[in-house]
Each structure stands twice: as structure tokens, then as C-alpha cells.
Nanobody, 115 residues
Framework: QVQLVESGGGLVQPGGSLRLSCAAS????????MGWYRQAPEKERELVAT???????KYADSVKGRFTISRDKAMSTVFLQMDSLKPEDTAVYYC?????????WGQGTQVTVSS
């Protein structure tokens, strides 16, 4: 069973930046789709950014122009560069990837944007 491990979360001031990473353990083949969701307190989990099955990228309207999703050449690690962070970006960020018909989720990493 492939596992996804997120890292890079933390506390940052408004306007700051963070880079999240999600590494897949022992993948036999790249996950697709693969991307990031987030869940704020008392809110539903929502899509942030993802690579779709056709390898194009999709972003939530709220993060367009501020966040960038990317992958390494081996396509086993996905990154989320987050710039111009706002307090409303505060949430637990989850990485997810689909391997065949199975969706795998990471444990999540906390991102807090506060002064």
C-alpha cells in the first residue's frame, strides 16, 4: 500500500509563503489525479489544486494566482507553493493521489496564517 507523507506546514504571517511537499512511498507508478485539498475548522474539505487525469492543472478560484502545484520528474512527489497567504488559507492541507482505482490520502499538515 502506497503511503503519502506531507511536510512543510507551519505558522506564517499574512503575505508570507510556504511550500508543501507530498512524497509517495514506494510507488509502482505515478498517481493521477494527484493534488491537494484542505479543511478548515467546521468547514468541509475542499479542493485546492490538483493534476487532472489529462495532466492539466486545476485550482480553486480562491487560490488562483497565489498557489502553484508542481511535481518532480519521477512524478512521485507533488509540491504546493503558496504565496501571498491570507488568514483564510488557514487549514489542514491533505495530499491525495489515485493509483488505479484506489485513492490514497496523507495524514495532513497544518498551515496557520496569522500575525
Amino acid at each position: 500500500q502506497v503511503q503519502l507523507v506531507e511536510s512543510g506546514g507551519g505558522l506564517v504571517q499574512p503575505g508570507g509563503s510556504l511550500r508543501l511537499s507530498c512524497a509517495a512511498s514506494s510507488p509502482r507508478y505515478p498517481a493521477i489525479p494527484m493534488g491537494w485539498y484542505r479543511q478548515a475548522p467546521e468547514k468541509e474539505r475542499e479542493l485546492v489544486a490538483t493534476f487532472l487525469r489529462d495532466r492539466t492543472k486545476k485550482y480553486a478560484d480562491s487560490v488562483k494566482g497565489r498557489f502553484t502545484i508542481s511535481r518532480d520528474k519521477a512524478m512521485s512527489t507533488v509540491f504546493l507553493q503558496m504565496d501571498s497567504l491570507k488568514p483564510e488559507d488557514t487549514a489542514v492541507y491533505y495530499c491525495t493521489g489515485t493509483y488505479g482505482s484506489a485513492s490514497v490520502w496523507g495524514q495532513g499538515t497544518q498551515v496557520t496564517v496569522s500575525s
